[in-house]
T-cell receptor, first 115, second 110 residues
C-alpha cells in the first residue's frame, strides 16, 4: 500500500512569514495526526482528526497554527506568522481508527527552518 | 496524563553486540505500548507493539515486553548490525493519544 505522503520535504522561511504543509494519508485511514518534532525530542501531537472533525487540538498554538482536513482525506497545516521556535520537523501520520491498538503510519515529514 | 521516559543516549555499540534500550512510563487506564524506529532522513516506522500486560512484541530480531508490574519496557536485540543505527522511540497509546519518549539514538560501528 502507498504510505503517507507529505510535501514539501524541506522549507526555509524568515520569521513572521507564513508556511503551509500538505499531507495525504493512507487510503481508508479515518484518523489523521500532525506532530511537531523538535531536534532531540520525541514527537508532540499538535492536532488529531477523525474523518474531517477535530478530536484533539489541545496542544495546537491556535494564535498562529491552523489545520484543516477537507472531505476527510488530505490535510493542510499552516503557520502564520512563523517564529524561530517553530523550527522543527512536522510529521503527518494516519491510522485506521483511533483505537488503542491501531498503530500510526508516519510520513517522512517536512523539515521547517525559520531564520 | 501518560508520560514516557527513555534512557539517555546516545548509545554506541560494536556490530554483533547485545542491545538494551530502557523505557519507563506512568499511565492511567490500559494503554498499548509501541516501539517506533526512525532511520536517518526518514519518518517514524512501527517496530513492534504490545497491547496488554506482559505481552511480548517482536520484529526484525528486536523484542520488548510490556511489563505493567514495573511500568517498564526494554527493547532488546541479541546481535546488532550497522543497519540498526537509528533513533528508537518508546510510546504509549491510550485515551490521551500517543505519547512518545524523547528517543534514544543508537549508533552501531562495524
Amino acid at each position: 500500500e502507498a504510505g503517507v505522503a507529505q510535501s514539501p520535504r524541506y522549507k526555509i522561511i524568515e520569521k513572521r512569514q507564513s508556511v503551509a504543509f500538505w499531507c495525504n494519508p493512507i487510503s481508508g485511514h479515518a484518523t489523521l495526526y500532525w506532530y511537531q518534532q523538535i531536534l532531540g525530542q520525541g514527537p508532540k501531537l499538535l492536532i488529531q482528526f477523525q474523518n474531517n472533525g477535530v478530536v484533539d487540538d489541545s496542544q495546537l498554538p491556535k494564535d498562529r497554527f491552523s489545520a484543516e482536513r477537507l472531505k476527510g482525506v488530505d490535510s493542510t497545516l499552516k503557520i502564520q506568522p512563523a517564529k524561530l521556535e517553530d523550527s522543527a520537523v512536522y510529521l503527518c501520520a494516519s491510522s485506521l481508527d483511533s483505537s488503542y491498538n491501531s498503530p500510526l503510519h508516519f510520513g517522512n515529514g517536512t523539515r521547517l527552518t525559520v531564520t | 496524563g501518560n508520560s514516557v521516559t527513555q534512557m539517555e543516549g546516545p548509545v554506541t555499540l560494536s556490530e554483533e553486540a547485545f542491545l538494551t534500550i530502557n523505557c519507563t512510563y506512568t499511565a492511567t487506564g490500559y494503554p498499548s505500548l509501541f516501539w517506533y524506529v526512525q532511520y536517518p532522513g526518514e519518518g517514524l516506522q512501527l517496530l513492534l507493539k504490545a497491547t496488554k500486560a506482559d505481552d511480548k512484541g517482536s520484529n526484525k530480531g528486536f523484542e520488548a515486553t510490556y511489563r505493567k508490574e514495573t511500568t517498564s519496557s526494554h527493547l532488546e536485540k541479541g546481535s546488532v548490525q550497522v543497519s540498526d543505527s537509528a533513533v528508537y522511540f518508546c510510546a504509549l497509546q491510550g485515551a490521551q493519544k500517543l505519547v512518545f519518549g524523547q528517543g534514544t539514538r543508537l549508533t552501531i560501528n562495524p
